[in-house]
Every structure is written in C-alpha cells, then in structure tokens.
Nanobody, 115 residues
C-alpha cells in the first residue's frame, strides 16, 4: 500500500507563488508516475501535472505557470505554482501510479488564491 502526504497549501494573493510537496511511503512498492490533480467546488477533478520517466504533462490551465519536479531518491514530487490566479483555487491532490497500474491518492491540500 502506498501512502501519500501533501504539504505546502495555503492562502496567497493573485500573482503570488506556492510550492506543494508530496511524499510517498509504504512497503514493497515501486512508483511509475507521480503528479497532481485539483478539484474546485462544483467542478470535476482535473489534471494539473504528472511526470513519468522522462515525460511530463500539464493541464492546459496551468501551462507556462506551473512546473513539476520529482526526487526519486526521496519518493517526493513537487509542484511549483507561479503567477497564481483566483481560478487556481482548489483542493490539490497528490497522485501516484504504481508499476502494476494501481492509482493512489493523497488526502488533498487546500490552495486559495485571493484577488
């Protein structure tokens, strides 16, 4: 079983930056992909960014503003969010896919961007 713990959310003004972190832990697991999704009130969960091997994909809404990085030695993925907008307000969920194809979710961290 994989456990994911997010940190770094909070309140920020529009135009500001935040950095989210997610640490994966557990026994007997190997992760193939890690990334972030978000869900705003009344909306479906959407992809923010995900990285697997040498491939990284971003949601259209965050391209050019957010970057994702991963430290495999620490089983950690980071999301650097710049030029934040009020529409980025959401609960951000860490996601990991193991090598057997199983998906795992963190509990989520709130990001609120004030105008």
């Amino acid at each position: 079983q994989v456990q994911l713990v997010e940190s770094g959310g909070g309140l920020v003004q529009a135009g500001g930056s935040l950095r989210l972190s997610c640490v994966a832990s557990g026994t007997g697991f190997s992760i193939s992909a890690m990334g972030w999704y978000r869900q705003a009130p009344g909306k479906q969960r959407e992809l923010v960014a995900i990285t697997s091997g040498g491939t990284t994909n971003f949601g259209d809404a965050v391209k050019g503003r957010f970057t994702i990085s991963r430290d495999n030695a620490k089983n950690t993925v980071y999301l650097q969010m710049n030029s934040l907008k009020p529409e980025d307000t959401a609960v951000y969920y860490c996601y990991a896919r193991d090598i057997r194809g199983g998906g795992h979710w963190g509990q989520g961290t709130q990001v609120t961007v004030s105008s």
